[in-house]
């Protein structure tokens, strides 16, 4: 009887979960599908991949399967005292048999001799259907309040020959309060359905938000650009500010600088579990593009009088630059 490392077959480590293990089996026997993959030698594969996978996914069977050890592949295996005793009847015979037909009978904790009757459907050909992801843009509103999307999605469905067919399927899916652009939001059961009575797979909506006129959003924090003219800037001011659910006052401290975030917070976009997010104002400088000729004689006084200098720090980088030369 020759050794298989089921663990290697399914491209998982031998302290998987059961859950590990369901995943790696779903998407393999996807993979080598006979119906579906052109691989050669995909058939066999495929067989390969649900043997190991009728072990390791029952925990009766997987106990018994590792107390066998880790050996080569390939390698003639005999299970050792111990296990015979414990795993199998009195008077059982280990010759003419593979690993396959060792566990393939195993019932109550112990196995029976001799290979599996012929027919029927093989075990491990019960198939998931696919998983299907879709890309669902969203606006920022919708994102803020949650919406409901139609769908109108095309899936792998058996016909009533087996052949794999593309078959439109309709779909509402309801988009919670406070999903963001980035998200990946799963629909359990809404994936394309399985084959040989397996289940269905799984629906994923990639959440992708729309740009807006006015805001911008990272996550749940959502920035908006703040025009201030100049004397707002440096006087300070209160002024009114949209946010994603209606406008609100927002105090400008004296002094602010371009570029400058005021927070408003929890006035981003909510989260499904936890605070909302922050909503950030970037103070912009703006300035008149006509302005009039009272205007132009005030900002003229203002400059004559004013000693700020606002590239002053050129001078000083420079100084600093002559005395390391």
């Known amino acids: 009887m020759k050794y298989k490392d089921y663990y290697a077959i399914l491209g998982v480590s031998r302290t998987a979960t059961a859950e590990e293990i369901q995943k790696a089996y779903r998407k393999l026997a996807r993979q080598y599908h006979p119906d579906i993959s052109k691989e050669p030698g995909a058939e066999e594969k495929f067989k390969e ?4 996978h009728d072990t390791l996914a029952d ?4 106990a018994a399967y590792d107390r066998l050890g880790e ?7 005999r299970p050792p005292p111990e296990w015979r005793e414990e795993y199998t009847d009195s008077g059982f015979n280990f010759d003419d048999i593979d690993l396959a037909d060792l566990f393939a009978g195993l019932r109550g904790g112990r196995p029976f001799g001799g290979r599996p009757a012929s027919g029927g459907r093989p075990q491990g050909m019960a198939i998931p259907g696919q998983d299907v992801e879709v890309t669902v843009p969203i606006s920022l509103e919708d994102a803020y309040h949650g919406t409901s999307v139609n769908l109108d999605l095309s899936m792998l469905q058996p016909d009533e020959h087996g052949v794999l067919r593309r078959v439109p399927h309709a779909f509402t899916a309801r988009i919670p309060k406070g999903a963001s652009g980035g998200d990946r939001l799963r629909v359990p059961g809404k994936g394309g359905p399985g084959m040989y009575g397996g ?6 909506l990639n959440i992708e938000l729309q740009p807006h006129a006015l805001f911008r959003v990272d996550g749940h924090d959502v920035y908006l650009d703040l025009p201030l003219a100049p004397w707002e800037a440096v006087l300070g001011t209160s002024v009114e500010v949209p946010t994603p659910d209606g406008a609100v006052q927002l105090k400008v ?3 602010t600088q371009a570029g400058q975030n005021l927070r408003l917070a929890k006035r981003g976009l909510p989260r499904p579990r936890g605070e909302a997010g922050d909503l950030l104002a970037v103070a912009r400088i703006a300035v008149p593009a006509k302005p009039s000729e009272r205007e132009l004689a005030l900002y003229k006084q203002l400059g004559d009088e004013s000693k700020f200098n606002p590239r002053a720090h050129y001078a000083r980088e420079v100084k600093r630059e002559s005395r390391t030369h």
Request: glycine residues 16%.
């Open 49 to 52: 991949v649900g043997e190991a």
């Open 59 to 62: 925990a009766a069977k997987r």
């Open 71 to 77: 050996q080569r592949p390939g390698e003639e295996v």
């Open 199 to 204: 289940p269905h797979g799984d629906l994923f």
């Open 253 to 255: 401290p004296p002094g």
